[in-house]
């Protein structure tokens, strides 16, 4: 078996970043002027731009549009409370830009405060999934999205006729957030996305870098958390998912735009825990998805309890040529989940996923002799084997917690013990795309390098900072 891997040396992830700063950044700081500050007095409704205050909290009472060529701009601990289903509709320019200490918040308080995230909740009766406002959608006019330290909350109630009519969308769409610019950025850093109905996070297509954020309760019965399609290009590393219905990232060039990039996502240090489980279509999810045209890679990676692993689709067939893949990280507490890590022909769920030798479980320790990819195979050897050591998750799972029951962060600390076997088993030999520019304000602050422990919570402190 040949490990898929690509060495690039770490200039070009330099030279791409001075590229940004001297021929972008400059342009798009021209392009935001000093804005005027926003009345909290009274409920937003209409046109909206300016200067959201730190620490204010200000009330959507109806649909509330940027128009193409404003700004809105939401400094740090500003909480948003969307009322009546209403949507923020984003023709312009949005940035938000929480920080640790005073993190933004777009959201609806009466289902903040039913909120419960203990195992086992009915998802048809979990506030999460309700979809309490339309969401965050973006006309293909955007130019720039941007969320730091930003939590986005119990979107897609499902766009009206009118609603839609925004931003080209069919009524009924229920996204939380929709970016759709082949030219725009869209960075979401060190945020949070809760709940959802359908895809949580539709990407068109665009430039984008998403990093060191984290994803419960994304989509009910159905729906990819990240859904990268036609022409979308870009980064997601040091995700945390947990309890997404169907895959937590996934790369996809349907609908790619005349003249428009191939999808292209890299990948890595992400962890996927109980993703898959909520999809009602057979031999879908459940954790990192590539198909039809899409390339990239995925290394790093640390599945526990997903419905599968990590599947190069067949069906439509992804663009196995240009895709690099290796040292990802499988753990399983049911037999179902351990005789997909990497996944059947059977049904929907493709099976081009080649076995990599740095992959944990190692493929020898379970695959049959004349094993070829897409196979069927008992995944006994390896149940219950290979525990990652997180600092706060109990593994095994106890008996009376299903897998699909852990749907949310709650308590658990998803960080590694020192000990665990996931520590220095990371591949660091590949650079990022790096195509958005890197800027405390209008782009990504830090671009964190691929890592050298699997998982998104690296030893050092370094990765993901929700803990």
């Not at 944990?360 to 006994?380: E, K, M, Q, R, V």
Request: aromatic content about 10%; hydrophobic content about 35%.
């Amino acid at each position: 078996m040949r490990m898929y891997r690509i060495a690039l040396v770490s200039t070009i992830l330099i030279a791409s970043c001075k590229k940004w700063s001297t021929e972008k950044l400059n342009l798009a700081t021209a392009d935001v002027p000093v804005a005027t500050p926003i009345s909290d007095a009274a409920p937003l409704c209409g046109s909206i731009k300016g200067t959201m205050l730190a620490g204010k909290t200000y009330i959507v009472g109806c649909d509330v549009t940027i128009n193409a060529g404003d700004t809105l701009t939401i400094q740090p601990g500003v909480h948003i409370n969307v009322k009546n289903k209403a949507g923020i509709f984003v023709k312009g320019s949005l940035v938000s830009l929480g920080t640790k200490a005073q993190q933004v918040f777009i959201t609806v308080d009466s289902l903040r405060a039913l909120k419960n995230d203990a195992p086992n909740q009915d998802p048809s009766h979990d506030p999460a999934f309700s979809g309490g406002w339309a969401g965050l959608y973006c006309a293909s006019t955007c130019p720039m999205l941007i969320l730091k330290w930003t939590h986005v909350e119990y979107g897609g109630s499902g766009l009206s006729i009118a609603q839609g009519s925004i931003v080209n969308q069919s009524s009924g769409t229920a996204f939380s957030i929709l970016f759709q610019n082949p030219n725009g950025i869209y960075v979401m850093e060190d945020s949070w996305l809760y709940g959802g109905v359908d895809d949580p996070i539709r990407i068109s297509n665009g430039k984008i870098c998403i990093m060191r954020c984290t994803f419960e309760k994304a989509g009910i019965k159905g729906g990819d958390c990240l859904n990268t399609k036609g022409g979308t290009v870009g980064d997601m590393a040091y995700n945390l998912f947990v309890g997404i219905a169907t895959n937590g990232q996934k790369a996809s060039n349907k609908g790619q735009p005349v003249g428009a990039s191939q999808t292209n996502i890299r990948m890595w240090n992400n962890t996927f825990i109980s993703c898959g489980w909520r999809q009602i279509q057979t031999g879908r999810g459940a954790n990192i998805n590539f198909e039809e045209g899409a390339k990239g890679m995925a290394y790093n990676n640390l599945m526990v309890n997903c419905k599968f692993g990590l599947r190069i689709v067949n069906n439509p067939p992804a663009d196995t040529a240009n895709i690099r893949y290796g040292n990802n990280y499988e753990y399983a507490d049911s037999l179902i989940t351990a005789n997909q890590i990497y996944p059947t022909n059977a049904g929907l769920s493709g099976g081009w996923t080649i076995p990599q030798e740095t992959d944990i479980p190692n493929y020898h320790s379970f695959l049959p002799a004349g094993y070829h990819f897409g196979d069927t195979y008992d995944g006994t050897p390896v149940l219950k084997a290979n525990n990652p050591l997180f600092y706060n998750f109990p593994l095994p799972v106890p008996n009376q917690v299903p897998l699909y029951g852990i749907q949310a962060v709650n308590n658990y600390d998803f960080r590694l013990q020192p000990g665990s076997p996931a520590i220095g088993k990371g591949y660091t030999g590949f650079t990022p795309l790096a195509v958005v520019p890197i800027s405390p304000t209008f782009g990504v602050t830090e671009i964190t390098l691929p890592g050298s422990d699997i998982g998104a919570f690296q030893l050092n402190g370094t990765g993901n900072q929700h803990y």
